[in-house]
């Protein structure tokens, strides 16, 4: 049976060509890396890549295909006036340097409405996936979320059919924090 790969084995292959986004740590699980058969152009620096980020991106700009080089190092963010994510005022931490790294330097996620990032001991968490029926299967999982203040002011249930809930964990102390999205008709 093949291995998948993930973002980490193409990261420790060669971390200059795929460096390791420590807000977003697999953003090839998250859907927002993409790895093709035929390389495609890098919109930023002209690199034939086969590993791209197509989005979710900020700007004015038509941009279709970046690769994970130009995200960490801002050239995207330099060449097309862009940001990867939003952090509201209310998860926006005091550290600029982590502020910066976050929104020009992490590729975001998808989302309903526009994806907030959360925060948690003073600094932002680590982006960890969209979770699914399959997730909620998991009681720890679910009490966790059932008691999370973002759930709990919500309002909503599980059964809401419009709804996403995205899950974080704080760097340092490995809490799971949510951010509920709903879906405007």
């Not at 005091?94 to 020009?104: A, M, P, Q, R, W």
Request: glycine share 4%.
């Amino acid at each position: 049976m093949n291995k998948k790969i993930t973002y980490k084995d193409y990261n420790e292959k060669d971390p200059n060509r795929y460096p390791f986004f420590r807000y977003h740590p697999d953003p090839m699980e998250n859907g927002v890396f993409v790895e093709y058969d035929s390389p495609k152009t890098c919109q930023c620096c002209g690199k034939q890549e086969t590993l791209i980020c197509e989005g979710p991106f900020i700007t004015d700009e038509d941009v279709s295909f970046i690769c994970p080089e130009c995200i960490a190092d801002g050239r995207a963010v330099k060449a097309f006036d862009m940001e990867f994510c939003d952090v509201s005022s209310l998860n926006r931490i005091s550290d600029s340097d982590k502020t910066e790294e976050l929104i020009h330097h992490t590729p975001g996620y998808y989302s309903y409405t526009f994806n907030d990032w959360l925060s948690h001991c003073g600094d932002y968490c680590a982006y960890e996936k969209q979770l699914i029926c399959e997730d909620l299967k998991d009681p720890q999982l679910l009490k966790e979320l059932k008691e999370d203040p973002e759930w709990i002011e919500s309002g909503f249930d599980l059964d809401d059919a419009f709804i996403q809930i995205h899950m974080f964990s704080c760097l340092h102390c490995g809490k799971h924090l949510f951010y509920i999205d709903q879906f405007f008709d």
